[in-house]
């Protein structure tokens, strides 16, 4: 059975207190690894180390120094990019082909806040004093030390890689604490963090879970100085109480429940193709996902049409099955939840256009975490299914009629993280997306990343902005030194 180790300073290490936990397969339950869990000791080991290393080589490196091996992790993870998919594959299931596309981030992420760190100014400002001999300030960055990384299971390099990448090029340390359902990205990142000469301590992963362990453990260590987490709202407001101990910095990037408009002069093969990948990408499990439609009324069946089937084309299936584009759910646990949604939407009177319930699978994948990727119709805006974040292959379709409307109906959810606006008027473009409570708005298209861009949650979504220059303002403290001449 493979073993999945925690990396603490550079070293691969079972947990203290020999404590493992198994990592099932979603395609059919069946265990794929142990995972060593790390106890109170091993985080407070990695932190430590983590600390350690804040005053060792990678303190002491210039900016020049550190952005030379973040580009040479993304080399590095460009060239084992085999190695990362597979392992991304086994702990999710996910077909091949959306794991290339989340592992070519893992190394983009590396790449672009090394640009970054290397590129951006800092600020300059020369002031009058009343002897007429003046003063300047000029404001310098440092790291803010270490940064606790606390990450979900939907899109483990990605989001991962989105958090270590802009902490490393800012001069901090990092301990990361992955999702126990997909532990071995993470880890084996370790491996090219020391085979590239990353120093010890910098780069450190502990296995476990949330309350009562790992999670835990790492979000109340006082000598972790921020955290930065991306995950379920509720954890989110848990990590947040206990940052406030230390009065320590959070960055969230939570839940959603995301809607697309499509208004009736929208170019329906792009709306229709955008719309595919946005409810149904990743069985679903994309936080950027639309759970909600909203067409206009004359466009309504058309679309409903359309995207139908579009999604009775989909083929169910298996990683190393070429042509399957929808893979399981990420565990037993999830799907009974996406069906108890499931099961919620008829007991609710919905009309079910399509799917609904659980693929017929062959052999022992019949024990997989599968269910069909589903669309419905003909509720209200406050059916449950229609309000909380399933996080499943499923959508709603909602016929509107007026702009003022529809705006108000997007906008009537806790969640705030993104939109998607299909229109051929530009006008209109502009006026909805700049009214749409979410923190990203696509217009005709969906999860098109220009990393340079902020990217975070409004309402219960998030807090704080990530990306670009904006991740420097979370991952660095800036200083001001005034200078009187
Ligand atoms: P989760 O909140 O259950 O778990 C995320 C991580 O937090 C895991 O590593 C978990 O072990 C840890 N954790 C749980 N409780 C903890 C606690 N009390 N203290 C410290 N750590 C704790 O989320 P998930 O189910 O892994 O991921 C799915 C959720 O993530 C969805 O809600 C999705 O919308 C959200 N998400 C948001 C974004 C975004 O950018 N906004 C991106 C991806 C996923
Ligand atoms: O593209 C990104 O940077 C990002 N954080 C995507 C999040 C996807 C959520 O599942």
């Given amino acids: 059975m493979k073993k999945v180790q925690n990396f603490i300073n550079n070293e691969y290490k079972d947990g203290s207190d020999a404590k493992t936990f198994p990592k099932l ?33 990678w303190g002491k490196m210039t900016t020049e120094e550190r952005v030379a091996i973040l580009y040479k992790v993304a080399d590095e993870i460009t060239r ?65 030390g270490v940064v606790g990384v606390v990450c979900p299971w939907n899109a483990p390099l ?30 084996l990142l370790g491996e090219v963090m020391r085979d590239v000469g990353v120093p010890e301590g ?67 093969d792009v709306a229709t193709e955008a719309l595919m990948r946005s409810c149904f990408m990743n069985t679903g499990q994309v936080c950027l996902g639309t759970e909600r439609v909203f067409v206009e009324r004359p466009l309504f069946d058309t679309l409903v049409n359309a995207l139908k089937e579009k999604v009775a084309a989909l083929k169910i299936g298996i990683p190393s099955d070429h042509s399957s584009n929808m893979g399981p759910l990420i565990s037993k646990e999830h799907q009974a939840k996406v069906l108890s949604y499931y099961k919620k939407a008829v007991e609710e009177g919905a009309n079910v256009v399509i799917g609904g319930g659980v693929p017929k699978m062959e052999g022992d994948l019949a024990n997989g975490s599968w ?50 606006i299909f229109t051929s008027n530009l006008q209109r473009a502009h006026r909805v997306a700049a009214q749409i409570e979410a923190g990203v708005v696509w217009v005709n298209s969906w999860f098109l990343r220009d990393l340079r861009t902020a990217f975070g949650g409004a309402k219960n979504s998030g807090i704080g902005r990530e990306g670009g220059v904006h991740s420097l303002e979370f991952y660095t403290e800036l200083k001001n030194v005034c200078i009187k001449l």
């Avoid at 339950?29 to 990695?46: G, L, R, T």
């Fill in 371 to 420: 269910v069909e990727p589903t669309i419905w119709t003909g509720l209200n805006d406050d059916a449950t299914i229609a309000v909380d974040e399933i996080f499943g292959p499923c959508t709603h379709i909602f016929p509107f009629d007026t702009e003022d409307e529809v705006i108000e109906r997007a906008n009537n959810t806790k969640y705030g993280l993104s939109s998607a």
């Fill in 202 to 268: 910098v780069y450190n992963v502990v296995h476990g879970f949330g309350p009562n362990s790992t999670g835990e453990f790492l979000t109340t260590h006082q000598d972790v100085d921020a955290i930065t987490f991306t995950g379920e709202t509720r954890t989110g407001a848990a990590i947040m109480k206990a940052a406030a101990d230390g009065a320590r910095p959070v960055s969230l990037e939570m839940g959603g429940k995301n809607a697309a408009i499509v208004f009736a002069d929208a170019d329906l």
């Fill in 25 to 57: 397969s979603p395609l059919n339950n069946a265990q794929i690894a142990e995972v060593c869990e790390a106890s109170k000791s091993d985080v407070d080991a990695a932190v430590s180390s983590a600390k350690k290393a804040l005053k060792g080589p």
């Fill in 80 to 144: 084992r990019f085999e190695d990362f998919v597979a392992a991304e594959v086994a702990d999710t299931g996910m077909p091949q082909h959306t794991s290339q596309f989340m592992c070519v981030r893992g190394a983009q992420n590396f790449k672009i806040f090394a640009d970054v760190i290397k590129n951006v100014p800092t600020e300059f400002f020369e002031m009058a004093t009343p002897d007429g001999k003046g003063a300047m300030n000029y404001a310098i960055r440092r790291p803010v």
């Fill in 158 to 187: 990605l989001l991962m890689t989105w958090k270590v990448g802009p902490a490393l090029a800012c001069g901090n340390t990092v301990v990361v604490k992955p999702s126990e359902e997909t532990p071995q990205t993470a880890a």
